[in-house]
Structures are given as structure tokens and as C-alpha cells.
């Protein structure tokens, strides 16, 4: 207990401002990376909590500052919002076990529901997460490596990125209708799908752009004075 409270201290106060919510780079799905449960079960990553939109949290269990930050923000971010995503952490790091991810679950208490895994392939693992812009490096007592969240679909398309370790309410529920909405493509799904790309973007502003200046232009024509011819003037 007295870890994670000095924990839940450091929590707040480094945790920045807010995560950023960024679009996915690629059209990458989840892989068929296999891994191993806290009670040495098991499972292929795309088999854990089908059927509804994931949040990954990549880790590894003896971090002692992004990992556990992130997930204390992400616990206490979901619980407060209800939104409802699944939540599968995945330790990099081949030296974890699974008594490493329990202790991990216990001295942070996360949530039941949550899956706690370990890669059995740290060369897959890294592929994996390479594809997804995680990149890691190993250094001296653990990794280097970025704060990012993965978001799934629920047939596990990614369909965004969180970066940093506070998460915004309405951050949280765009990303779990982005997610949602990739599985089931209404017009206004596609729409919310499309806006978050930089493409997507670059329109946007080219658009507005073009209005502006039309609109300037328009304004300019109506302020023109107009000439009429005097009726008084006489025709020589």
C-alpha cells in the first residue's frame, strides 16, 4: 500500500496536462503474437476480449516511472468516465513472469477485468510494436521507450494512439466511438473516421482557406462603388 501511494503522489504531479489522441499511421491489425497470462495460460493476442473496442498498454513490470503512471491514469480515467473499453497490458520484457505481472496487477490494484500478458517471442513482440510506433530500446535496469496507448477495434484494427499519461474524459469517449464505429461503418462513422487523419486535416484547412478568401473577395465586389450615368448629362 505504501508504494502505491507514493505512486498515486508522483501521479500527480507529473502527469502532463493531457494524452494526445493522434490517428493511426498504418491499416494494422492486432497480431497473432502468442502470450502468456498471469497464470501461465495461453493466448493469442487478437483472442483476448474480442468482440469490443482494446486499449493495449505496453510495459514491463519492473518500470519505475512510465509504466506504472500510465496505468494508474488509464485506471482512474476509465473508472471515472465508464466508457468501455477492454484493457490488455503487454509486458516486452522477456525476464517477466507471471508472478512479475501479478505483482504488477497487486501493487498498482488493477482492475479485475484487466489482462495482464507477456510476449513468449520478444523478437515478435518488438515487430509488433515497431509497426504500431512503439519503439523500444534496451538500456541499463529495464527499456527506453515511449508513453503510448494503443486503441483496437473490436476485431482489432488499430484506430488511434494515445500519447502521454492523463487521459481526457472526452478523449476516452471519441477514441471508444472511433473504435466502435470501424466495426460498424455508418455514414457518420465513416465521417469520425476519416476526420481524425492528417489528410483529412490538410483538406480541412484548404477548404476554410478557399472560403476565406472567397468570401474576401465576395465582400470586396459589394464595397466597389458603382457608377450610373447622370440623367441630366446631355447626349452631344
Known amino acids: 500500500m505504501q508504494a502505491r501511494a507514493v505512486l498515486v503522489l508522483w501521479l500527480a504531479a507529473a502527469a502532463p496536462a493531457s494524452a494526445v489522441f493522434l490517428p493511426p499511421e498504418t491499416s494494422t491489425q492486432l497480431s497473432r503474437l502468442v502470450v502468456l497470462d498471469d497464470r501461465d495460460q495461453a493466448h493469442e493476442l487478437p483472442g483476448l476480449a474480442p468482440g469490443t473496442p482494446r486499449l493495449l498498454v505496453p510495459i514491463f513490470t519492473r518500470c519505475g516511472s512510465t509504466c506504472p503512471l500510465t496505468s494508474l491514469a488509464l485506471k482512474d ?104 464505429s470501424s466495426s460498424h461503418p455508418t455514414a457518420l462513422g465513416r465521417v469520425e473516421a476519416w476526420v481524425v487523419r492528417p489528410e483529412a486535416w490538410i483538406a480541412i484547412a484548404c477548404a476554410g482557406l478557399g472560403l476565406t478568401l472567397g468570401a474576401i473577395g465576395f465582400a470586396a465586389r459589394r464595397s466597389r462603388p458603382t457608377t450610373s450615368p447622370d440623367p441630366d448629362a446631355k447626349v452631344r
Not at 103 to 118: C, E, N, Q, S, Y
Not at 146 to 165: D, H, I, L, R
Open 77 to 180: 480515467a476509465l473508472a471515472k468516465t465508464g466508457v468501455g473499453f477492454r484493457v490488455v497490458v503487454l509486458s516486452f520484457d522477456p525476464e517477466d513472469s507471471a508472478s512479475a505481472l501479478k505483482g504488477f496487477r497487486t501493487r498498482l490494484a488493477l482492475p479485475a477485468d484487466w489482462i495482464l500478458v507477456r510476449a513468449t517471442d520478444a523478437a515478435k513482440a518488438r515487430a509488433f510494436l515497431d509497426e504500431i510506433g512503439f519503439r523500444l530500446r534496451k538500456a541499463e535496469g529495464g527499456f527506453d521507450h515511449p508513453n503510448q496507448t494503443f486503441v483496437f477495434s473490436p476485431e482489432g484494427v488499430w484506430t488511434g494512439t494515445f500519447a502521454g499519461s492523463a487521459f481526457r474524459d472526452d478523449e476516452l469517449r471519441a477514441a471508444w466511438r472511433r473504435a466502435q
